[in-house]
C-alpha cells in the first residue's frame, strides 16, 4: 500500500483500485499523490490519516458536510473519522464523475443521517438543515420556520408515513432530481 | 400477482441482518458488527441475497461496500467459475473487450474535449446555474466547428482546388437568357484606387474586397466536373452540405434533451416535492472556498424562506374574495396588453429601420452606420425591452418561479421574433412582397435594382449582426463592466455600494448565445464561412466572459436552477433552429436564384439543382428514391412515428400510475404493521400484568411504555429491534 511519499503505485495495484472504484487510471495516481502528501504530514509510519489532515484538502475544507463524510467512508476502529487510502478512494469514488446514481444517492443517505440509525427523522432533518443554512444565530431559520419546512419535508417524501425517510424513499425524492449527480461531485 | 412480485422486491420480507437497499442485486456477506451494541447503530455492511447472478464485473463498483468488502467479493467472485456455454463464454469475453475499448475512447475523449479545468473551476466558484452557461458555450463552439469542417470538406476545398486548376466547365444553358439579359450583369469587383479607409469599412460591413470572396455566396461558381470517372457537382453539393449541417445540428440537440427526457418517462413524471428535492440535493459538493460555500449557503436559506413564506401567503391567497380575484386576473390582462404593445412597437420600429437602411445609398462612415442601423435597433431593444418586462412581471404577482420563467419566456420571444421581422422585410423588399410580376421584379423574378446579388446580401446583413453582437458584448465587457468594478471597489459612496458588483445572470446571457447561434443558422447557406467566424467568436466568448467572471462578478444572490433550464436552453435552441430552417427552406424553394452570381445562377430555383442530378443517376436508383419520397412510403412511416410517440406516452401514465399505486401501497403496510406493533405491546401487557399481579406493576409497565415509545419513534422497515434482547428483557421480570 501507498506508504512512503513519492512512489507510485504498483501497476497490480493500480488495475485491482480501477476494477473496483469508478476512478480512472490519473484520478487514482492523482489521489495517491494528494494522500502521500497528507500523510507527510502525519506524526508518526501511520497508514491513516487523522480526519484533521482530510480536511485541509482545499475540497473539502468549505464543505459543511465533510465530518459526516470523513465518518461515512473511514473504516477505522476507533470511529475517529481516520481516513486510510483504499477509504480516501472510496470516498472519491463515490464522488466521481462515473459513480452511478444508487451508489451517490446511498452515500447521500449516510451522510444525512447524522445519528447513524438508518434512517432521517426529524432530528437528523433539523442538522442536515442547519448544515445547509449556516450554523450561526443570524444564519439558521427561526424555529417556527424550521418545524414549518420539516413538516412539509415529511409530508412530501414520507410515503409509509412513520415520521421518518428512509433509504428507499430517499431514492425515490433523489431519482427525480436531474440536478443530483452533477452536483454530489468531488474532483481533486 | 404482478404487484406482489414488485412488492416482494421493494419491501422484501424482513430479515435480522436486512439491509435497506435490499433491491439491489448483491452476493451474501456476513460480517460481523464491530461497533457497540447499546447505540442503536445500523449495519450497513450485511447485505441479504436475493438471486444469483451471471458474474458481471462492473457490478463489483456499484456495491456500497468499503473497499475490504469489495475486494473480498471479487476474491469470491473469481474463485467461482461460472458454467457457461461456449456461446456464454465468448459473450462474456466480447463485453468485456467492449467495456475496456469503452473505457480507452473515454480517457481519449476526456483529453480531446477543452476547457475542462475551466469550467470545473468555475463551477467550484460559482456553482452549476453559471457552468452550466459554460458547458453551453463549449457545446455550440463544438457544434459550430464540426458545421465547418463538414462545410470546408465538401464546399470550400473543392471550390477553391476548380478554381485554382482552372476547370470551368459548367452546366449547359437549357434556359433561353435574353430575355433576362441585364439580371446576368454583377461586378463587385472592388475600385482598385479606393482609399486605405473604405477597406476597414469594407471588412466591417462585408461588401468590396470581402464581397467577392469565398465568405459569401456569390463567389462560388456552378462548375460540375467530370473527368476520368471523377465527378463533382458544385452546386448540388453547396446545397446537401447546408441540408446535412442542418440535419447534424438537430441531431446533437435531440441526443442533448435526450438524456432529461429520459428521466421523465422513467419516473413517470409526477409532479416533485420541491423542499425535499431542495435540502436533499441542494447541495453542490464542488463548491470551493469559503466564500462560496457561505454565498451557496445564503443562497439556499433564501430559497428556503421564500418558498416557506410564498406557501404562507399562497394560504391566505387561497380565500381571495371575488372582488379580490376580478382585480388581478384585470390588472394581468392590462398588464400583457403593455407588454404585447412594447414588443409589437419593437417590430414595427425594426421593420421600418430596415426597410430605410436598404433603400438608402450612402457611402462613407455615415452609410457604414446606416447599414448597422437595423442592427443597432435590434440590440438595443433586446436590452431595454426585458428590462421593462422585468419591472412589468413584478408588477402581476405571480410565485416567484412563474414570474422568472415569464420574463424569460418573453425575451426569448422577443428575440427570436425580431430576428424574423428583420428577415421578413429583407424577404419583402427582394421578393416584392412576394408578387413576382410587379414592375420591379418583373425580367428576373427578383428585385434587381437593389439587390443584383440578393443572397449576397443577405449574407452580408447576417455577417454583420454577427459582427455587431461580438463588439457589443466586447464593449460591455470593456465600457461597463470593469470600470462599475473598480467604481464599486474603490469608491466609497452610497450609489456605489447600492449598485454593487455586477452579477452573472446566467439566462440572459444564454438567450444572447442563442440568438448569436440562431443568426448563423439562418445566414449559413448565404454565407458558407460563417460557422467558422462564429466558431472563433464564441472561442472568445468563452475567455472574455470567464475573465470578467472572475474578475469583475459576484455570485448571483438567487440562482436558476440548472438542469431544468438546461432543458428549457435546448428548447429555445430548438426555435431557434427551426426559425432558421424555414428560412432555408424558403429561399431554397420559392425565391428565383440570382443570374449575376452563385452556383444556382441558371436555375429556376436552388432546389431544382437536385431533381436534375436524380434523372442523371441509374433507373433502379432513381426508382429507390422516388419511391422513398413518395406517398406510399412516407405515410406509414408517420403512422409509425405517432404509434411509438403514443407508446412513450402511455409508459409514461403507466410508470406514474404504478408509482401512485405502490406509494398507496406503503402507507397502508404501514399502517398494518403499526396496528400490529400495537397489538403485541397490548398482549405483552396483559401477559405481564398475569405474571407479575403481587410485585410492582408500576415499574414495568413504566419500562414498556419506554420501549414502546422507543420502538415507535424509529419505526420503519429498516430497523427492526433485536426480538431475542426483547424478549429476554421481558422473562428477566
Known sequence: MGGTASHNLPKELLSEYQELTFLTKQEINEAHKKFCQLQGRETGPNERVSMQNILTLPELKSNPFRERICHVFSTSDRKDGSLSFEDFLDLLSAFSDSATLEIKSHYAFRIFDFDDDGTLDGGDLRKLVNCLTGETDDACLTPEEMRQLIGNILEESDIDKDGTVNLSEFQHVISRSPDFVSSFKIVL | ?733
Open chain 2, 1 to 733: 400477482m404482478e404487484l406482489r412480485e414488485i412488492h416482494n422486491q421493494v419491501h422484501p420480507p424482513p430479515d435480522y441482518n436486512i439491509s435497506p437497499y435490499g433491491s439491489q442485486r448483491s452476493l451474501r456477506l456476513r460480517t460481523v458488527p464491530a461497533e457497540d451494541t447499546s447505540a442503536v447503530h445500523f449495519d450497513w455492511a450485511s447485505t441479504p441475497e436475493n438471486a444469483e447472478e451471471p458474474d458481471e464485473p462492473r457490478n463489483l463498483r456499484e456495491l456500497p461496500l468499503h473497499m475490504g468488502l469489495k475486494r473480498a467479493v471479487w476474491q469470491v467472485q473469481k474463485m467461482r467459475v461460472p458454467v457457461v456455454s461456449r456461446w456464454g463464454s465468448w459473450r462474456i469475453k466480447q463485453s468485456k473487450t467492449f467495456h475496456h475499448l469503452f473505457e480507452i475512447a473515454k480517457e481519449v475523449f476526456s483529453y480531446v474535449v477543452p476547457w475542462k479545468r475551466g469550467i470545473q473551476k468555475i463551477g467550484g466558484h460559482f456553482g452549476g446555474g453559471v457552468q452550466s452557461y459554460f458547458l453551453f458555450l463549449r457545446f455550440l463552439v463544438i457544434l459550430n466547428f464540426l458545421s465547418f469542417l463538414l462545410i470546408a470538406a465538401f464546399v470550400l476545398s473543392p471550390s477553391i482546388v476548380f478554381r485554382s486548376t482552372g476547370f470551368n466547365s459548367s452546366i449547359p444553358l437549357s434556359v433561353n437568357l435574353t430575355s433576362v439579359d441585364k439580371c446576368l450583369q454583377y461586378d463587385p469587383k472592388p475600385d482598385p484606387l479606393a482609399v486605405f479607409y473604405t477597406y476597414f469599412l469594407d471588412l466591417v460591413s462585408g461588401t468590396g474586397f470581402m464581397e467577392y470572396s469565398y465568405l459569401f455566396y456569390g463567389y462560388y461558381n456552378n462548375t460540375m466536373v467530370e473527368s476520368k470517372g471523377f465527378s463533382y457537382n458544385i452546386p448540388l453539393a453547396y446545397l446537401s452540405t447546408a441540408a446535412f449541417y442542418f440535419l447534424f445540428c438537430l441531431i446533437c440537440m435531440i441526443i442533448r434533451m435526450g438524456s432529461v427526457a429520459c428521466a421523465v418517462v422513467a419516473t413517470g413524471g409526477g409532479a416533485v416535492g420541491r423542499y425535499s428535492m431542495l435540502v436533499f440535493t441542494g447541495w453542490d459538493h464542488g463548491l470551493q472556498g469559503d466564500r462560496s460555500a457561505k454565498l451557496k449557503q445564503n443562497n439556499i436559506r433564501y430559497q428556503l424562506q421564500v418558498d416557506l413564506e410564498e406557501e404562507r401567503l399562497q394560504r391566505k391567497a387561497a380565500s381571495l374574495t371575488l372582488g379580490q380575484a376580478i382585480a388581478l386576473y384585470a390588472l394581468r390582462f392590462f398588464l400583457n396588453l403593455v407588454v404585447l404593445a412594447l414588443i409589437g412597437g419593437t417590430f414595427y420600429g425594426i421593420a421600418e429601420v430596415t426597410q430605410f437602411s436598404q433603400s438608402e445609398k450612402t457611402t462613407g462612415f455615415n452609410g457604414l452606420l446606416l447599414q448597422y442601423l437595423p442592427s443597432i435597433v435590434i440590440t438595443t431593444s433586446n436590452f431595454v425591452v426585458p428590462l421593462l418586462c422585468d419591472k412589468i412581471a413584478l408588477l402581476e404577482k405571480h410565485s416567484p418561479s412563474t414570474t422568472v420563467i415569464l420574463a424569460l419566456l418573453r425575451a426569448v420571444f422577443l428575440r427570436l421574433v425580431s430576428l424574423g421581422v428583420l428577415l421578413y422585410t429583407l424577404w419583402a423588399q427582394i421578393t416584392c412582397i412576394g408578387e413576382t410580376s410587379s414592375l420591379d421584379c418583373t425580367p428576373c423574378g427578383y428585385n434587381y435594382e437593389n439587390y443584383k446579388c440578393w443572397e449576397t446580401r443577405v449574407g452580408q446583413e447576417m455577417y454583420k449582426l454577427t459582427l455587431f453582437d461580438f463588439l457589443i458584448t466586447i464593449a460591455t465587457l470593456i465600457l461597463v463592466e470593469f470600470p462599475r468594478r473598480i467604481i464599486v471597489d474603490h469608491c466609497s459612496c452610497k450609489l456605489a455600494q447600492w449598485v454593487g458588483r455586477q452579477e452573472f445572470l446566467v439566462p440572459p446571457n444564454v438567450l444572447a448565445l442563442v440568438y448569436s447561434q440562431t443568426v448563423v443558422w439562418s445566414g449559413a447557406l448565404f454565407s458558407p464561412l460563417l460557422p467558422l467566424i462564429n466558431t472563433i467568436k464564441f472561442i472568445l466568448f468563452f475567455y472574455c466572459k470567464k475573465i470578467t467572471l472572475f474578475q469583475n462578478c459576484q455570485p448571483a444572490l438567487r440562482t436558476f436552477r440548472s438542469t431544468s433550464s438546461n432543458f428549457f436552453f435546448l428548447l429555445v435552441l430548438l426555435f431557434g433552429w427551426m426559425l432558421a430552417s424555414v428560412v432555408l427552406i424558403y429561399s431554397v424553394a420559392k425565391i428565383h436564384p440570382s443570374y449575376g452570381c452563385g452556383p444556382f445562377r441558371f436555375s429556376p430555383s436552388m432546389w431544382h439543382i437536385v431533381p436534375e442530378a436524380i434523372d442523371m443517376l441509374t433507373s433502379t436508383s432513381k426508382d429507390f428514391l422516388f419511391y422513398i419520397g413518395s406517398q406510399k412510403f412516407s405515410i406509414p412511416l408517420f403512422i409509425i412515428s405517432c404509434v411509438l410517440l403514443c407508446y412513450m406516452g402511455a409508459l409514461t401514465s403507466v410508470h406514474g400510475k404504478s408509482v401512485a399505486l405502490l406509494k398507496s401501497q406503503c402507507k397502508l403496510e404501514q399502517r398494518d404493521k403499526q396496528f400490529l406493533v400495537r397489538q403485541i405491546e397490548e398482549l405483552n401487557a396483559t401477559m405481564q400484568k398475569e405474571l407479575n399481579e403481587p410485585q410492582l406493576p408500576q415499574r414495568d409497565t413504566e419500562q414498556f411504555y419506554q420501549t414502546e415509545q422507543q420502538w415507535n419513534g424509529q419505526n420503519n422497515y429498516a430497523f427492526i429491534p433485536d426480538e431475542d434482547q426483547r424478549l429476554d428483557r421481558l422473562t428477566v421480570h
